[in-house]
């Protein structure tokens, strides 16, 4: 082998080192950038949504047994006043339920204006009605002040959600698939679960 032979063995064995180095590094950053995406999309979007609908969860039906056990309760009194005074505090206990779910509701909808770009498109069209029965029921729900619509009108309107147990579901999916999605990862990767 001549001198111009083995210099030119090395001098392709350092390239071929350097794109060998490079390819794998290219790799190693864009297995980090979906890492760190998938990370991202649990973290500021599905699990705190999934968090906030599986508290209104709780609370509806908290709401719901409220309200069957004051029918229980004042179904066979025959005093109006005791019944008046126990169904109001009952409905109002019932409402107490309902005002969290709200603010809840809240918290979820500033929660997609912020982070509806880690959203799944498979999931855009659920996370867009969400938010269009909150602000039906911003709009139409009917007010003490007389504003939303009229009962008239109301009756003939579908009825406004303030918890969807079909939504609740789709949430519940997409994020239980990225947790296993996630943890499928990082098995695969165990280097990168601290980034």
Do not use: H
Not at 15 to 42: C, H, M, P, W
Not at 65 to 92: F, H, P, Q, S, W
């Amino acid at each position: 082998m001549t001198n111009q032979q083995i210099f030119l063995s090395i001098l392709g064995g350092g390239v071929g080192g350097a794109v060998v180095t490079v390819f794998a590094g290219y790799i190693k950053q864009r297995s980090e950038r979906g890492f760190k995406l998938l990370n991202d999309r649990i973290r500021l979007l599905y699990g705190p949504l999934y968090y906030f609908l599986y508290q209104n969860k709780q609370l509806f039906e908290a709401s719901s047994e409220v309200l069957r056990a004051g029918g229980k309760a004042y179904g066979g009194i025959n005093g109006a006043m005791e019944i008046v005074d126990g169904v109001t505090k009952t409905i109002n206990v019932a409402q107490a339920y309902s005002s969290q779910i709200r603010e809840n509701n809240e918290k979820i909808m500033q929660l997609l204006e912020d982070n509806f770009s880690f959203a799944s498109p498979k999931d855009y069209a659920s996370l867009i009605n969400f938010t269009k029965d909150i602000y039906r029921g911003k709009f139409e729900r009917p007010k003490q002040d007389g504003g939303g619509a009229p009962l008239s009108v109301s009756i003939s309107l579908p009825p406004i959600l303030i918890f969807d147990t079909k939504f609740m579901e789709l949430v519940e999916g997409t994020y239980l698939a990225l947790q296993k999605q996630l943890e499928e990862y990082c098995d695969a990767n165990p280097d990168l679960w601290w980034k």
